[in-house]
């Protein structure tokens, strides 16, 4: 399990899953709003929003009081590659995150999801690319992260505020949690150009 989580290793990561491929881990990815079965059952396809929903259940944990929360949050706080946390190095935050990336002939990805804690707010952030994992696609997630973060406050309006319940659009499933925690959720096309929010309504 650490090894999946801190260095992002596939072979951990396939030992730690396969006792739980089953229908209640499909199922619950369903209910994140992601496709089990589109690419394969080791990697299931996600977007954005599907990504912030589980994170969702993620943060919930991590405060749930549980024996392994302290264990689980201090090596998402501690995983090697951080686009977030490298994004926003000197900045006054703390970051737990899972990072991921690939470059092949069939499949390219960019991605870090995660939580910024800062002055006593947490931030739920979720960032996709479909842009193939290279440096210059790495420099432009960080750009994005600095981005959303330096404009949290003007768009905390459009944050998905995990307070209380809110109702989304198809574009993700209904987040419900009693944990403070805003949430930022960006897609990209190719080119890095984000796509719009998903529209929510309290």
């Known amino acids: ?9 596939n072979d951990s990561y396939e030992a730690l899953a396969s006792p ?15 496709d089990y079965d589109e690419w394969s059952p080791w990697y ?24 392994d929360a302290p264990w689980l949050e201090e090596m998402h706080a501690n995983t090697n590659v951080s686009f977030v946390r490298d994004a926003l190095e000197g900045q006054d935050v703390r970051v737990l995150n899972k990072a991921g990336w690939l470059a092949d002939d069939e499949y390219n990805a960019v991605a870090d999801c995660g939580i910024i804690e800062t002055q006593g707010r947490s931030y ?11 440096g210059e696609a790495h420099e432009r997630v960080k750009e994005l992260v600095r981005a959303l973060f330096d404009s949290r406050d003007s768009l905390s309006s ?11 659009s198809s574009a993700g ?6 944990n403070p925690c805003r949430t930022f959720v960006l897609e990209s096309s190719p080119s890095l ?4 929010m998903p529209p929510c309504e309290a």
């Not at 399990?1 to 290793?9: G, N, P, Q, T």
């Not at 996600?46 to 589980?54: E, K, L, Y």
């Not at 739920?124 to 290279?134: F, K, R």
């Not at 459009?158 to 989304?168: E, K, S």
């Open 1 to 9: 399990a650490e090894a999946s989580i801190l260095y992002s290793d």
């Open 20 to 34: 739980y491929m089953d229908d209640r881990f499909i199922t619950w990815l369903h209910e994140h709003g992601i």
């Open 44 to 67: 299931p396809t996600a977007n954005a929003a599907g990504m912030a929903s589980c994170w969702t259940d993620i943060y919930r944990y991590l405060r749930s009081g549980e024996s």
């Open 124 to 134: 739920l952030i979720a960032v996709l690319s479909s842009q193939p994992s290279y």
């Open 158 to 168: 459009r944050l998905f505020n995990l307070a209380r319940p809110l109702a989304c």
């Open 173 to 178: 499933p209904v987040m419900r949690s009693r």
């Open 193 to 196: 150009c984000p796509t719009a």
